[in-house]
């Protein structure tokens, strides 16, 4: 019952895992875990089960039960979405791997392989407590921009002012390069980190101004 799974995860390319990583595997020596493997993941945590290739092969390996325990820092490198968080616990749950949230020192599990009852109290709360906190949020935004609208403060970019071409293409070099190598959409924003609203936006100046990466295929031609 000591064969464990360590799963990190950060949102973005900008973050690093290093943490995460050093933490859990203190942990698991230990406890003299024995650790079959670890998946390091670079995807925003709103994204599903479905989405998440990862967690598809963390349930692949627990339906083949080749891992005892999942290991995670906390709760959101799961996900952010209670109901995906939940769903992801039952999953691995009826196949008795119990996960482990190494911040709250809990398992989803208690020694019979049964489901801990605090656990969805948790999930709950915080969802709960996130909500409210997106809420609150949003509510210092609208009123922020209220009381700029009263002072008579110009808001956003100047009138008619919009990023250059140039810039843009300058910023997203990367991004360029895979849309002439003809990849999907959503293949082009999970290489380069990009919203799928920022690659639909560099394909329609792709096929409006192809001149300005003629210059590019030349040079890889050299």
Request: charge should be positive; include cysteine; proline fraction near 1%.
């Amino acid at each position: 019952m000591n064969r464990v799974v360590i799963l990190v995860r950060v949102s973005t390319s900008k973050q690093d895992t290093d943490r995460q990583l050093s933490e859990l595997n203190e942990v698991c020596v230990r406890n003299q875990y024995t650790i079959v493997d670890t998946f390091s993941e670079t995807i925003s945590g709103k994204y599903g089960i479905s989405e998440r290739t990862t967690l598809q092969k963390i349930i692949k390996m627990a339906e083949m039960r080749l891992f005892d325990k999942l290991i995670v820092s906390e709760i959101s490198r799961i996900g952010r979405r209670a109901s995906d968080v939940i769903k992801f616990i039952e999953i691995l749950s009826e196949h008795k791997i119990s996960i482990i949230l190494n911040n709250y020192g809990l398992e989803s599990l208690d020694k019979n392989l049964n489901q801990n009852p605090l656990i969805g109290m948790m999930i709950n709360f915080l969802s709960s407590f996130s909500d409210m906190e997106r809420a609150l949020t949003i509510s210092r935004v609208k009123s922020g921009l209220e009381e700029a609208r009263r002072r008579n403060v110009i808001l956003g970019r100047p009138k008619n002012s919009v990023k250059s071409l140039e810039v843009f293409i300058d910023e997203n070099k990367k991004l360029f390069e895979l849309i002439q190598k003809k990849l999907t959409i959503r293949e082009i924003a999970k290489l380069t980190n990009r919203s799928t609203t920022t690659v639909t936006k560099a394909i329609k100046f792709f096929r409006l101004h192809p001149e300005k990466f003629m210059h590019t295929n030349k040079s890889e031609a050299a």
